[in-house]
């Protein structure tokens, strides 16, 4: 779903759609479409959203370790393997995304007789101080969006493989 933009910014618009397209322009500073989107806007950003996301790293840094397995395990000697740490990777990711306010948006940037192209919009809950636009690069598909995310955040936890997850896990030293 596309939304009309104001005249003022009808010129950027084609600039942006124009430089995803061709690939050899340059992308012009997407700043005064974005704070538009992020005032007049915000409808269309929040109608937008692909789902919540979180960022793997920023979880594994604290949560991927076999300390965390005992923790959470209700036996004092539990006997950890690689398919512990998969299911418990996997069990921690949905936790974590369940509980996030974060979210990642492809909103649509429409111009008359050109396609479509995505900006990339990730919105980051900050409790009682709101939410906050992180916005990205512009994309000519909702598809490719997604694809950069690839390997750093995640939508669900069988966007990572079971090696990614045992990549990023903090193994005991013994």
């Given at each position: ?20 397209i ?10 005064p ?7 007049e ?9 692909q789902?919540n ?23 004092a ?8 740490r ?11 995304l ?46 490719e969006?997604?694809e950069?995310?690839k ?7 069988s ?6 997850i ?9």
């Amino acid at each position: 779903m596309a939304i009309e933009l104001p005249q003022s910014l009808h010129k950027l618009a084609t600039d942006v759609v124009n430089s995803v397209i061709h690939k050899s322009l340059p992308l012009p500073d997407l700043t005064p479409i974005q704070d538009w989107f992020e005032n007049e806007g915000w409808d269309e950003v929040v109608m937008s959203v692909q789902g919540n996301i979180v960022y793997v790293e920023n979880i594994a840094s604290d949560s991927f370790n076999d300390d965390s397995i005992r923790e959470n395990s209700d036996s004092a000697e539990i006997q950890i393997t690689d398919v512990i740490r998969i299911q418990f990777g996997r069990m921690f990711i949905e936790s974590q995304l369940d509980q996030t306010e974060d979210s990642l948006h492809a909103v649509e940037l429409k111009v008359l007789q050109l396609p479509s192209v995505f900006l990339d919009c990730m919105v980051i809950g900050q409790g009682q101080g709101g939410w906050y636009c992180d916005w990205g690069s512009a994309y000519q598909s909702m598809d490719e969006l997604l694809e950069a995310y690839k390997g750093m955040a995640v939508r669900d936890s069988s966007d990572f493989s079971d090696d990614e997850i045992l990549a990023l896990w903090k193994k005991d030293e013994s």
